[in-house]
């Protein structure tokens, strides 16, 4: 069996970054639980905002979270109301012991989806579940991507029972480079998941968005 890496994981500290910056001593391993707990609760209640990240700054009574979206107008809602439930959410759901703490909701644009690996596997496991031939899908979405200038290369994995077949299998496709052992370049990975009437699909998106050779 080949040892996989995650391409993002590989690259920390050189041309990735953390999505959770703080420093903590007794209670790393409860903000670290508590910051995966509420990556994952955003991303799948405002699954249709198109969300890319979710990053977690904090400091002494601060929790600042960033959410990086193609669509901010779903998220921020009619005078900022979508904020104010998401705040409420996460306050009552993680911060309601704790008074004290300041909690801040920040919305990012991400102004071309096709930049961002999250989105572009959750458009393809959309698709999935709205019962579009899996070839196609993979196929549309590899050309659209590849349009950007400021992608080199891209590459979609999907693995389960494609087309609803007896046995589940993997199946992918690439467009143009994509060096996954060349520590400087800059890619881009993600995973979704399609729960479709015959079980779930799985689908993983590599974006090359060039080399890093100075970090700014």
């Known amino acids: 069996?080949?040892?996989?890496?995650?391409?993002?994981?590989?690259?920390?500290?050189?041309?990735?970054?953390?999505?959770?910056?703080?420093?903590?001593?007794?209670?790393?391993?409860?903000?670290?639980?508590?910051?995966?707990?509420?990556?994952?609760?955003?991303?799948?209640?405002?699954?249709?905002?198109?969300?890319?990240?979710?990053?977690?700054?904090?400091?002494?009574?601060?929790?600042?979270?960033?959410?990086?979206?193609?669509?901010?107008?779903?998220?921020?809602?009619?005078?900022?109301?979508?904020?104010?439930?998401?705040?409420?959410?996460?306050?009552?759901?993680?911060?309601?012991?704790?008074?004290?703490?300041?909690?801040?909701?920040?919305?990012?644009?991400?102004?071309n989806f096709e930049e961002s690996a999250q989105i572009v596997a959750q458009n393809i496991a959309d698709q999935m579940e709205k019962r579009m031939p899996f070839r196609r899908a993979m196929k549309a979405m590899m050309e659209q991507v590849i349009k950007n200038n400021t992608i080199k290369g891209v590459k979609i994995e999907m693995s389960g029972r494609l087309g609803g077949a007896e046995m589940s299998r993997r199946e992918w496709g690439s467009k143009g480079t994509l060096p996954l052992h060349t520590m400087r370049a800059n890619i881009d990975f993600a995973k979704a998941t399609a729960y479709t009437t015959y079980g779930t699909i799985g689908v993983k998106v590599w974006l090359y968005k060039g080399e890093v050779f100075n970090k700014k």
């Open 1 to 111: 069996m080949g040892h996989k890496v995650n391409p993002v994981g590989f690259r920390l500290g050189i041309t990735q970054t953390w999505k959770s910056k703080w420093f903590g001593k007794k209670e790393y391993a409860e903000n670290l639980r508590q910051d995966i707990e509420i990556r994952n609760l955003i991303m799948l209640r405002w699954r249709s905002a198109s969300i890319a990240d979710v990053e977690v700054e904090r400091s002494a009574n601060v929790v600042k979270i960033i959410i990086k979206t193609a669509r901010p107008g779903v998220l921020i809602g009619r005078g900022g109301s979508g904020i104010e439930d998401i705040k409420n959410f996460i306050q009552t759901k993680f911060f309601k012991s704790n008074k004290k703490q300041n909690l801040k909701i920040e919305v990012q644009e991400v102004k």
